[in-house]
């Protein structure tokens, strides 16, 4: 799937099943809510917390997943083709960063 096309299957499915799109703050609420979740399962599962018993069982790829849902909704409803959005990330990243990598030290 193309993330063209994830966008047009993730509109599709809220103006079908989900009714309509939540408002801009409140998926910008929710997005930060679904990147915690995320950071919560990465901090125990390769950082020093413990898990607790209620998170043992938590898929990291549909925590990843919802997040990637919602930042998806916010781009259609702010009218952002993600693909293109990309593409002149990288490029700007390509462009500003193209030896700032290769000389860090402690990337060696």
């Known amino acids: 799937m193309t993330i063209e096309e994830a966008q047009e299957l993730v509109d ?11 408002n801009e703050l409140t998926n910008t609420a929710i997005l930060m809510e679904e990147v915690g979740e995320v950071a ?27 997040v990637l849902f919602v930042l998806i909704c916010l781009a259609n409803q702010t009218g952002i083709n993600l693909t293109d959005a990309l593409e002149k990330n990288l490029e700007k990243k390509s ?8 000389n860090n030290e402690k990337l060696k």
Do not use: C, V
Not at 12 to 20: F, L, P, Q, V
């Open 12 to 22: 599709n499915w809220i103006n079908t099943t989900g009714i309509r799109y939540f």
């Open 95 to 102: 462009i500003r960063d193209a030896d700032r990598h290769r």
């Open 40 to 66: 919560r399962i990465m901090s125990r599962r390769f950082g020093e917390q413990s898990f607790k018993e209620s998170d043992k069982k938590i898929d990291l790829g549909d925590e990843m997943a919802d």
